[in-house]
C-alpha cells in the first residue's frame, strides 16, 4: 500500500476491456494505476494507454513477475485459456488477481451478492458480462422463491466484442452457466450469447425468463427493483426494461449503457463487468486500509 492509502494496480490485456478499464482506474482514488500490460506494441489499446500518459509494457506477464515491487492487484484482461497460467505465476507473489475472463479459475464473484467474500481470494473471477447484469436480479428472487428453470439471453453489438472475448465464447457460456446455478439454486440452467450484427449498434442487454414456485408480479417486480438499485450504485447506466410475471412465468430484461470513458454508449457489456471488477478493487483497498489502521492503533 502507498503512503496516501492507494494500491498499486496493473491491468494486463490491451483489448477494449483493458484500455476501458485503465481509464476508469485511472479515476480511482483508491488506486495507484501504475502499468497497462500487452505484446504487441502495434497493438491500438498501447497507444491509446500512452496518450493517457501511462507507462505501457509489451513484455506480458512477465512485465509483472520480474519486477522488484510487485503490484497489490493486477486485473487480467486476457483470455480465459491464459489465465490459470497468470494465476499460477502470481500467487508466489501476493498479488490479488480480479479476472475478467471467463476461465472459473477463481472464486466466482458479483459486487452486490458476494462482494465481501472477495476480500479473502486471491484469485476473483468476475464471471460474464451476461453474469453481472442478470445475477443480482436472479438471486434475489430465488432467495424468496423457488427457481426451476433460468434461461439468460444476452446481446452485445458486434463493435463491443473483442478478439479475446471471441475467442472464449464457449467458457463464456459455460461460466455464465455455472455462475447462475451457483447464486440461485436452480438446476436446469441455459445462457445464450447473441453478437449482433445491428447497425446502429445494439444496446446491451439481456433478458432472462424464469420458472419457479409462487411467482408473483407483486413480489418479483419488488425483488427486482430492489436489487437493480444497487447495481446502480456504481453502474449508472443499468436499466430494468421490463418485469411481468404470467402463470408462474418471469420474464425480466434489461439494458446496460456504457457512460463516459472511452467506449461508445452501446457497449455496456464492457462498462459493467469493467465497474463491477473495479468496484470489487476498491473494496478491497478499503479492506486493506481498515487492516492497516488497526494495527497501528
Known amino acids: 500500500m502507498n503512503d496516501d492509502g492507494r494500491l498499486s494496480v496493473a491491468v494486463l490485456g490491451a483489448g477494449l476491456i483493458g484500455v476501458d478499464l485503465a481509464a476508469k482506474a485511472l479515476r480511482s ?42 503490484f497489490d492487484i493486477v486485473f487480467d484482461a486476457t483470455n480465459a485459456m491464459s489465465h490459470a497460467r497468470h494465476a499460477e505465476l502470481l500467487a508466489p507473489l501476493g498479488t490479488t488477481l480480479i479476472d475478467l475472463t471467463p476461465s472459473r479459475v477463481g472464486q466466482m464473484v458479483v459486487p452486490t451478492v458476494n462482494g465481501p467474500a472477495a476480500a479473502a481470494c486471491a484469485d476473483v473471477n468476475m464471471v460474464s458480462c451476461g ?86 408480479q407483486e413480489s418479483v417486480s419488488a425483488l427486482v427493483e430492489n436489487a437493480a438499485a444497487g447495481v446502480r450504485a456504481f453502474v449508472g447506466g443499468y436499466d430494468v426494461t421490463a418485469c411481468t410475471v404470467n402463470d408462474g412465468r418471469a420474464f425480466i430484461a434489461v439494458e446496460v449503457t456504457a457512460r463516459g470513458d472511452r467506449i461508445p454508449k452501446y457497449a455496456g457489456n464492457i462498462d459493467i463487468i469493467n465497474s463491477a471488477a473495479l468496484h470489487i478493487a476498491e473494496q478491497y483497498t478499503a479492506g486493506r486500509r481498515a487492516a492497516v489502521e488497526r494495527e497501528r492503533a
Do not use: C
Open 29 to 70: 482514488g483508491a488506486l495507484d494505476l501504475r502499468l497497462i500490460v500487452g505484446r504487441d506494441e502495434r497493438t491500438p489499446g498501447l497507444r491509446q494507454a500512452a496518450r493517457l500518459g501511462l507507462r505501457t509494457s509489451t513484455d506480458g506477464i512477465r512485465s509483472l513477475t520480474e519486477t522488484d515491487e510487485p
Open 131 to 216: 453474469g453481472q447484469a442478470s445475477i443480482p436480479l436472479l438471486h434475489a428472487v430465488s432467495r424468496r422463491h423457488r427457481l426451476d428453470y433460468v434461461e439468460v439471453v444476452t446481446t452485445a453489438a458486434t463493435l463491443s466484442v473483442g478478439r479475446s472475448t471471441r475467442l472464449n465464447l464457449d467458457e463464456y457460456v459455460e461460466t455464465t452457466q455455472d455462475a447462475v446455478r451457483d447464486f440461485t439454486g436452480a438446476k436446469d440452467v441455459k445462457s445464450i450469447l447473441n453478437i449482433s450484427p445491428a447497425r446502429p449498434p445494439a444496446t446491451f442487454r439481456v433478458a432472462m425468463s424464469l420458472y419457479g414456485d409462487h411467482l408473483t
